[in-house]
């Protein structure tokens, strides 16, 4: 003997609500199961220690007086570096462009030319 499909659904929603699950008779993947999960967050930061003062904060602590950060510098001097040399190629870029204009013009030029004395 068989018992009817809407029974037994009654039942998932007595079930479901007796030891608060949620009522999916469809099965639908609802993520539920990662959601009731504890937070690993917490875990987590108390893993890391606690960050320690940097220069940068110590400057900005006390702006009266003066810091020497030779990290900082270091990385500020690459950068300045970066841009030159970037600024260089661009240049050299633009350069070679003219001059290959200018051979194109003076081989345009001189086809000119000799098709002028023929």
């Not at 220690?49 to 400057?59: E, F, G, M, S």
């Not at 462009?97 to 013009?105: A, S």
């Not at 030029?109 to 002028?116: A, M, S």
Request: one cysteine or more.
């Amino acid at each position: 003997m068989a018992v009817p499909r809407s029974r037994l659904l009654e039942l998932m929603k007595v079930q479901c609500r007796i030891f608060s699950t949620t009522y999916n008779p469809e099965g639908v993947r609802t993520g539920n199961k990662i959601l009731r999960q504890r937070l690993r967050g917490p875990a987590l930061a108390s893993y890391y220690p606690r960050r320690v003062v940097t220069l940068k904060d110590l400057a900005a602590a006390f702006p009266d007086l003066e810091f020497y950060d030779e990290d900082e510098e270091d990385r500020l001097e690459s950068i300045q570096v970066y841009v030159w040399f970037a600024s260089v190629a661009a240049c050299q870029d633009i350069h070679a462009n003219l001059c290959r204009q200018c051979q194109i013009e003076r081989k345009r030029c001189t086809q000119e030319e000799e098709e002028r004395r023929r």
